[in-house]
């Protein structure tokens, strides 16, 4: 499984930024997913995760009412919608699937979200 991440980019507090996750490869093996993030300095952190229908979806306290993450299958793509964005949503966002089975983690190369006050 390949993981792709697109959409970070430059954006002054208060506005958006759409991020997606293309997969290839083995895509009929990816389970749930998330959006994970790294701050300078900082450990990588869970931002949002969604199971593999979509059913189910959560998020850290921090981004709650802000960010949606969502997911097409027929896509092979995840996304996440972030609204009301702040200065310390900067960091790097990394696309992650799960494996169903081996439980496998896949990550993407990561994709830089900068906020500015």
């Known amino acids: 499984v390949q993981l792709v991440e697109s959409g970070g980019g430059l954006v002054q507090a208060g506005g958006s930024l759409r991020l997606s996750c293309a997969a290839s490869g083995s895509t009929f093996s990816i389970n749930a997913m998330g959006w994970y993030r790294q701050a300078p300095g900082k450990q990588r952190e869970l931002v949002a995760a969604i199971t593999s229908g979509g059913g189910s979806t959560n998020y850290v306290d921090s981004v709650k009412g802000r960010f949606t993450i969502s997911r097409d299958n027929a896509k092979n793509t995840m996304y996440l919608q972030m609204n009301s964005l702040k200065f310390e949503d900067t960091a790097v966002y990394y696309c992650?699937?799960?494996?169903?089975?081996?439980?496998?983690?896949?990550w993407g190369q990561g994709t830089q979200v900068t906020v500015s006050s």
């Open positions: 992650n699937a799960v494996s169903s089975g081996s439980f496998r983690r896949y």
